[in-house]
């Protein structure tokens, strides 16, 4: 046990008594916490500003109501919100989710990660997260634009290119990034970088859409090359088969590496051939145009199987990439992962691992790096594509790509620099927690009290 556990501990219990219907909130600054508080009493500074008491609370909450009516002419009433966590490096940035699960306590989550992951992209973003309960399956294209519109209504008010930016995440992709720009451009009659993820013709960049999966994969080769080793011929489970999971697996494909499981919120589906070009670009016309269920998949390929309410992590792999949701990885995941020989578990989704999972992975010395150190990449693109939209000009593919993966080498050095043990080690949570940490807490140190 850490010799700073009772600092822990009580900072821990006036949170939770401050937050306690909050359990995702809660989980998400514990990891901070532990990293950061060792740090910050060896470097005062931190704390006579009271850095950690003032970033745990948001900046700005905004909830409202969002009223539209379905196809069948019937009302309809959704909860809309933005975080806006802290704006302490630049604009709050983060994405909107779109999935029945949201609240407060999982944007709070996202939107307190987002600091710390934008904080090591090098680029000057802060940290916000929104989103709604809205469920966009099942619903007609006409309901996620009469949604996406009154959502925009009210959320217009709030954000701005130099305020906070919002762009995709779970359940919102190019067709609501979409609708919630044409709204947003409607009611203010202003042509601006209000959002990321927009469309390739009206002011986005290029790889974005492939950017966080790309990211993940460009991060996890550089973890493997610290063993002197490499993704050539691993094999790699992926959970998730949306954007994130959908561009893992495009890199991993073109890195050499054998990707074996896919999954949605349905079960997994286990190909031990391997899910080549053309099995993936089956899976994202099913996942992106057809709006189907993974499940179909061996429909197609028959020699694959489908394992229903499982998660893909009983499959024996080399890397394992979660992709999907938080906390779909836990202990008992973990040990069979750690028995199996897992090298590396790179997360792709926001706090995929529950924390009893990222201890054993430490503990076991498998390599583990916390999903904003490895996302960071797609809003790594965002900031990129926001720079293109305040330039006015578009950078090529190539361009963009090379600057996502000397920004994922670069996020890379920052875990090494704050994360590397005696023994060699790479801690990777605790580097990417302390790395994010002092630039923004030096910059909310030169602005004083705000
Ligand atoms: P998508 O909506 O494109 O895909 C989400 C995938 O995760 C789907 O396969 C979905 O299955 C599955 N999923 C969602 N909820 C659950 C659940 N409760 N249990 C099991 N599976 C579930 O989202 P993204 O790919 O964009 O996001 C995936 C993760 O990556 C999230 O954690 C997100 O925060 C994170 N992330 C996304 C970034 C981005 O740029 N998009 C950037 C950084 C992180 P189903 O279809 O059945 O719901
Ligand atoms: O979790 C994330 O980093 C995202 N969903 C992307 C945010 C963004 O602004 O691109």
New binding site residues.
């Given amino acids: 046990m850490s010799k700073y556990q009772h600092l822990i501990d009580s900072f821990m219990k006036e949170l939770e008594l401050k937050n306690s219907h909050e359990p995702e909130f809660i989980q998400a600054v514990e990891e901070v916490v532990e990293a950061v508080i060792p740090f910050i009493e060896s470097n005062p500074k931190y704390k006579k500003a009271k850095i950690l008491e003032r970033i745990v609370e948001p900046e700005r909450v905004i909830q409202f109501r969002v009223p539209w009516i379905s196809d069948s002419g019937e009302p309809q009433v959704n909860r809309g919100f933005r975080v806006e966590f802290n704006s302490a490096i630049g604009p709050y940035k983060g ?1 909107l ?1 779109f ?1 029945p ?1 949201v609240n407060l306590s999982i944007l709070k989550f ?1 939107g307190f990660e987002q600091i710390f992951k934008n904080s090591l992209t090098t680029l000057p973003m802060g940290g916000g997260k929104g989103g709604s309960d809205f469920n966009p ?1 099942g619903k007609s294209d006409n309901e996620v634009m009469k949604f996406c519109q009154s959502f925009m209504t009210e959320l217009s008010r709030h954000i701005g290119p130099n305020t906070d930016v919002p ?7 190019g067709r609501e990034i979409g609708y919630m720009f044409g709204q947003y451009k409607r009611l203010r009659n202003e042509f601006t970088g209000v959002l990321t ?1 927009k469309g390739i013709n009206w002011g986005g960049s290029l790889i974005r859409p492939e ?2 999966g790309y990211g993940v994969v460009y991060f996890a080769e550089k973890m493997l090359n610290t063993k002197e080793d490499n993704l050539k011929n691993k094999i790699v489970s992926i ?8 561009y893992a697996c495009e890199k991993c494909i073109q890195l050499g590496a054998k990707v074996v499981t896919m ?4 079960g997994y589906i286990h190909d031990s051939d391997g899910i080549d070009t053309e099995k993936l670009s089956w899976i994202m016309n099913l ?1 992106n145009i057809e709006r189907g ?2 499940s179909e998949y061996i429909k197609k390929y028959p020699k694959a199987s489908f394992h229903e309410s499982k ?1 893909p992590w009983d499959v024996k792999v080399d890397l394992a990439l979660p ?4 906390n ?1 990885l836990k202990k008992e995941d973990a040990k069979l992962l750690v028995k199996n020989k897992c090298i590396a578990v790179v997360e ?5 691992c529950s924390p009893e999972a990222i201890s054993l992975f430490i503990e076991n010395k498998t390599l583990f790096s916390p ?1 904003k150190a490895s ?5 790594a693109t ?1 900031g990129l594509e926001m720079s293109q939209n305040s330039l006015r000009f578009n950078w090529t593919r190539e361009e963009v790509d090379e600057k996502l993966h000397n920004i994922m080498l670069d996020i890379h050095q920052q875990c090494v620099k704050f994360g590397k043990q005696e023994d060699g080690y790479i801690d990777y949570v605790k580097g990417a927690n302390i790395a994010g940490f002092v630039k923004v807490a030096d910059a909310m140190i030169d602005q004083g009290i705000v």
Wanted: hydrophobic residues 25%.
């Fill in positions: 994405g989710r999935h699960s996202l399956k762009a995709g995440d779970i359940g919102v992709g993820g950017a966080t959970s998730g088969s949306g954007n994130v999971a959908q999954s949605d919120s349905k996942k269920r993974i998660s992709c999907a949701t938080q779909e792709g989704a926001n706090m995929p999903g996302n960071a990449g797609g809003v965002s």
